[in-house]
Antibody, heavy 116, light 111 residues
Framework: EVQLVQSGAEVKKPGESLKISCKGS????????IAWVRQMPGKGLEWMAMIYPGNSDTRYSPSLQGQVTISADKSTTTAYLQWSSLKASDTAMYYC?????????WGQGILVTVSS | EIVLTQSPGTLSLSPGERATLSCRAS???????LAWYQQKPGQAGQPPRLLIYGASSRATGIPDRFRGSGSGTDFTLTISRLEPEDFAVYYCQQYASSPWTFGQGTKVEIK
């Protein structure tokens, strides 16, 4: 069974760093892209970035390039999204999803709250 | 980037009725690289579910009352007879041109 299991909810202060995770199982982790999709409170879905764990090829949304970093660890079949300095506007639900085009499996989501 | 505009914003219908959702792209979505997702509101952390890919191919396990159609810049998701579990928010997504983009969503609510 394909599963994407994400790490737990986070509460952070502006300026802090954060790394959230998404562990894939039940499929060949290195053969599928993993994407991160943001959903701000009460809003729609926004594609952020994606990585191909097989060769670490990455793609970013131009609007978010430089603000987040996507990575993956083949040995633990885990993908990551990280921030070096959070802002209040980063408060959102973050989903990981499998696929390089459309997304057939999704993680359960991580609620990130950034507040002073 | 390709902007996807969904209409209507909200659709108020009764169970058993037909729902027609529109997704219009700001430029041609080549190779019918368009997907539809369903997201149940009101439940914290409910991820979207893939319904349709390639504009008209149903994902695994999706009932045949869901039908996708269209090409170029105009796409449609039709739900032939609404079941109680179909009341949700629906998003289209294009993957023809990077960055991939989503529409703003159409909420299908119980009338």
């Amino acid at each position: 069974e394909v599963q994407l299991v994400q790490s737990g909810a986070e509460v952070k202060k502006p300026g802090e760093s954060l790394k959230i995770s998404c562990k894939g199982s039940g499929y060949s982790f290195t053969s599928y892209w993993i994407a991160w999709v943001r959903q701000m409170p009460g809003k729609g879905l926004e594609w952020m970035a994606m990585i191909y764990p097989g060769n670490s090829d990455t793609r970013y949304s131009p609007s978010l390039q430089g603000q987040v970093t996507i990575s993956a660890d083949k040995s633990t079949t885990t993908a990551y999204l990280q921030w070096s300095s959070l802002k209040a506007s980063d408060t959102a639900m973050y989903y990981c999803a499998r696929g390089g085009s459309f997304y057939d499996y999704w993680g359960q989501g991580i609620l990130v709250t950034v507040s002073s | 980037e390709i902007v996807l505009t969904q209409s209507p914003g909200t659709l108020s219908l009764s169970p058993g009725e037909r729902a027609t959702l529109s997704c219009r792209a700001s430029q041609s979505v080549t190779s019918s690289s368009l997907a539809w997702y369903q997201q149940k509101p009101g439940q914290a952390g409910q991820p979207p579910r893939l319904l349709i890919y390639g504009a008209s191919s149903r994902a695994t396990g999706i009932p045949d009352r869901f039908r996708g159609s269209g090409s170029g810049t105009d796409f449609t998701l039709t739900i032939s007879r609404l079941e109680p579990e179909d009341f949700a928010v629906y998003y289209c997504q294009q993957y023809a041109s990077s960055p991939w983009t989503f529409g703003q969503g159409t909420k299908v609510e119980i009338k």
